[in-house]
């Protein structure tokens, strides 16, 4: 896809977005309160062909690269995190089926149109090879978005009697009708996401709906998708993160004027010290946006080239990823500090921003042993990671 092609793409989803804000919005409240996202906003979202942004343009998806998946995601969080999150890995594990099973599972999968999916890619299951495919048996955690699902797409591990090495690894995908979600997403942070665990009893799979994990082929879609999974992934971690926070330092703006300090008398918009701050932490926002668009256009310009990402690339995305998510969460605790006693009730935009930009700082994807990688490889190491092996050849 060039340039070109791809600005006019990022600008008709960002116009997509923009007519979802109003509904995502004010269904907000009662995503939070359901503990999944409101069907209104999952019925916008469908219609504006967001879910489909990923996904390769051979089974009906919009082709985004990773340039533009961060931007539209950001987007998306700024409206509202729970819908942007749900968006995040609907588009993802729709862009990943599509690209990587096999064309009779494409073909049932998006028989009718673009589909939503849900599925955790931590091989937690267990995989047993039986005639024709895979019984599958297991529990997963964080199915985001899994009760508007209509496909999970999730890896488990391949039980060999005779298991000799490292354990083999394989993604499957399942209608979310032959899966059980367990509710268990108890939680204040990220509620609207609706990220149940969800299980299977000795599920059969057929071997037309499995590929490899975590190094399946590209069988169809664009250069993004020779990523291997960590790259893949980094522009929805990155974009959710920095809309979010972008909402809370907008957000602070709007209430620092009318916010009068108790003992002073003041408003807080006056208060050189919380502008000094303010305009700091806009920097530091900045400056991390342009760290995570350097990082994923670095690891585009590698797949469209057909070249691998060396180890010094993948200290960089992997450190990017995490860094991006802490100056978020950094950046929005303050505005939500600085919002005062108000900002702590259920239904605020400070009180949902704060929530669930500390969420995704708990997510595996923005763990600080990123920063170990980093350094180990700057002092001349290459430490094994299974999840940043390229792709198997097709």
Same mark, same amino acid.
């Given at each position: 896809?060039?340039?070109?092609?791809?600005?006019?793409?990022?600008?008709?989803?960002?116009?997509?977005?923009?007519?979802?804000?109003?509904?995502?919005?004010?269904?907000?409240?009662?995503?939070?309160?359901?503990?999944?996202?409101?069907?209104? *906003?999952?019925?916008?979202?469908?219609?504006?062909?967001?879910?489909?942004?990923?996904?390769?343009?051979?089974?009906?998806?919009?082709?985004?690269?990773?340039?533009? @998946?961060?931007?539209?995601?950001?987007?998306?969080?700024?409206?509202?995190?729970?819908?942007?999150?749900? &968006?995040?890995?609907?588009?993802?594990?729709?862009?990943?089926?599509?690209?990587?099973?096999?064309?009779?599972?494409?073909?049932?999968?998006?028989?009718?149109?673009?589909?939503?999916?849900?599925? &955790?890619?931590?091989?937690?299951?267990?995989? /047993?090879?039986?005639?024709?495919?895979?019984?599958?048996?297991?529990?997963?955690?964080?199915?985001?978005?899994?009760?508007?699902?209509?496909?999970?797409?999730?890896?488990?591990?391949?039980?060999?009697?005779?298991?000799?090495?490292?354990?083999?690894?394989?993604?499957?995908?399942?209608?979310?009708?032959?899966?059980?979600?367990?509710?268990?997403?108890?939680?204040?942070?990220?509620?609207?996401?609706?990220?149940?665990?969800?299980?299977?009893?000795? *599920?059969?799979?057929?071997?037309?709906?499995?590929?490899?994990?975590?190094?399946?082929?590209?069988?169809?879609? @664009?250069?993004?998708?020779?990523?291997?999974?960590?790259?893949? *992934?980094?522009?929805?971690?990155?974009?959710?993160?920095?809309?979010?926070?972008?909402?809370?330092?907008?957000?602070?703006?709007?209430?620092?004027?009318?916010?009068?300090?108790?003992?002073?008398?003041?408003?807080?918009?006056?208060?050189?010290?919380?502008?000094?701050?303010?305009?700091?932490?806009?920097?530091? &926002? %900045?400056?991390?946006?342009?760290?995570?668009?350097?990082?994923?256009?670095?690891?585009?310009?590698?797949?469209?080239?057909?070249?691998?990402?060396?180890?010094?690339?993948?200290?960089?995305?992997?450190?990017?990823?995490?860094?991006?998510?802490?100056?978020?969460?950094?950046?929005?605790?303050?505005?939500?500090?600085?919002?005062?006693?108000?900002?702590?009730?259920?239904?605020?935009?400070?009180? /949902?921003?704060? /929530?669930? *930009?500390?969420?995704?700082?708990?997510?595996?994807?923005?763990?600080?042993?990123?920063? %170990?990688?980093?350094?180990?490889?700057?002092?001349?190491?290459?430490?094994?990671?299974?999840?940043?092996?390229?792709?198997?050849?097709?």
């Amino acid at each position: 896809m060039t340039k070109g092609t791809e600005n006019v793409l990022e600008t008709s989803l960002l116009a997509s977005v923009a007519r979802v804000r109003s509904v995502a919005e004010a269904h907000a409240d009662a995503s939070n309160e359901g503990a999944t996202l409101h069907p209104a *906003v999952v019925e916008v979202m469908k219609k504006e062909g967001l879910f489909a942004l990923a996904a390769p343009k051979e089974v009906g998806g919009q082709g985004a690269d990773g340039r533009t @998946q961060l931007v539209v995601y950001e987007a998306m969080a700024h409206a509202d995190p729970s819908a942007g999150w749900a &968006l995040m890995i609907g588009a993802i594990m729709n862009g990943m089926m599509g690209a990587y099973l096999p064309e009779a599972a494409t073909r049932e999968i998006f028989a009718a149109g673009m589909t939503t999916s849900a599925g &955790l890619q931590v091989p937690t299951g267990k995989a /047993r090879r039986v005639d024709g495919g895979f019984e599958v048996t297991g529990r997963w955690g964080f199915g985001s978005g899994i009760r508007h699902a209509s496909w999970v797409y999730t890896a488990a591990m391949i039980e060999e009697p005779t298991q000799v090495g490292p354990p083999s690894f394989v993604q499957v995908a399942v209608p979310v009708s032959r899966v059980t979600i367990e509710d268990t997403w108890n939680t204040a942070f990220l509620r609207g996401s609706g990220s149940n665990h969800y299980r299977m009893e000795s *599920v059969f799979v057929d071997e037309a709906f499995t590929c490899s994990y975590p190094c399946a082929s590209r069988k169809r879609g @664009q250069a993004y998708f020779e990523l291997p999974f960590i790259a893949l *992934v980094a522009p929805g971690h990155i974009g959710f993160a920095l809309g979010v926070a972008r909402r809370a330092l907008e957000e602070i703006t709007i209430v620092a004027p009318r916010r009068i300090k108790a003992w002073t008398g003041e408003a807080l918009g006056t208060q050189s010290s919380f502008r000094v701050e303010l305009g700091r932490k806009r920097a530091a &926002l %900045d400056a991390a946006r342009a760290l995570g668009r350097e990082v994923i256009e670095l690891s585009m310009q590698r797949a469209e080239a057909g070249r691998a990402l060396s180890p010094e690339d993948w200290a960089a995305v992997r450190a990017a990823t995490t860094y991006t998510t802490e100056v978020a969460a950094d950046v929005t605790s303050f505005a939500f500090r600085a919002g005062g006693s108000s900002a702590i009730y259920a239904g605020t935009v400070l009180d /949902r921003c704060f /929530r669930d *930009v500390h969420a995704a700082a708990q997510h595996i994807a923005a763990t600080d042993d990123a920063y %170990d990688y980093a350094a180990r490889v700057s002092m001349g190491e290459a430490p094994f990671n299974p999840l940043l092996l390229p792709r198997e050849s097709a």
